[in-house]
């Protein structure tokens, strides 16, 4: 009986050395290397977002998918997303955005097809715009179209903002359509300074579907 079990292992133990494992069709390849810009990089909410995955690189082959997580909860897909970023009516006044970019490359190897996978992630912040930030504003409807009244505030406690402009797109769903823009010109605005502004267009209000408001300063000066 103790011959039989010896042989019976040792068998075993022959049959396992027969067993061959796969090569790995990856084996020795580079991933691909993910990398992303943004265009906003700053500005008020709601905000549409242009983000360029095109300097992403293949380690090898060819990149055959991108994927995007905008932080929001959302999801979307492509080598060039359009992506509106909302304010969340009980959150801070600057809110981020955790954006990851996933992507993946094809490639056909000796020992079969090769997928790789390669991330970027960034933090975005939006909310409050510097020096000149846009603390409140709401839309009207006039008898020529729409009108914004607004506040801005100059951010900075130490320099002061003299020409500045706000800017006001509007756009159509679904696929973020710009169907027009204004902007109005604001001077002087001495450090920690508000100033009310109103901005307006012949477009009705049934025209568009939401505003982008943004503001840029020209010059900033002690």
Not at 11 to 20: F, P, Q, T
Not at 63 to 91: C, M, N, Q
Not at 188 to 200: G, K, N, Q, S, V
Request: aromatic share 10%; charged share 25%; glycine share 10%.
């Amino acid at each position: 009986m103790r011959k039989w079990w010896w042989a019976l292992v040792g068998g075993v133990l022959l049959l396992s050395g027969c067993v061959r494992v796969a090569p790995d069709p990856c084996h020795g390849v580079a991933p691909p290397l993910a990398t992303f810009r943004v265009s906003a990089e700053g500005g008020e909410l709601p905000l549409l977002i242009t983000l360029d995955a095109t300097d992403s690189s293949p380690g090898a082959g060819c990149i055959v998918e991108y994927l995007w997580e905008f932080g929001d909860g959302t999801l979307g897909s492509g080598a060039v997303v359009h992506h509106k970023f909302d304010r969340d009516p009980e959150g801070p006044e600057e809110q981020e955005f955790r954006v990851v970019l996933t992507v993946t490359q094809e490639l056909i190897t000796d020992q079969g097809p090769c997928r790789l996978t390669g991330q970027a992630v960034r933090i975005l912040r939006y909310g409050i715009s510097r020096p000149l930030n846009v603390v409140r504003w709401e839309l009207k409807s006039t008898y020529y179209g729409s009108l914004i009244e607004g506040l801005v505030r100059n951010e900075s406690t130490d320099r002061r903002v003299t020409h500045a402009e706000v800017y006001a797109r509007f756009y159509r769903e679904p696929g973020h359509v710009l169907v027009g823009q204004a902007q109005r010109e604001l001077w002087d605005i001495r450090p920690a300074e508000e100033r009310l502004f109103m901005i307006a267009t012949y477009l009705w209000p049934w025209e568009f579907d939401w505003v982008e408001l943004r503001t840029e300063a020209f010059t900033a000066q002690p």
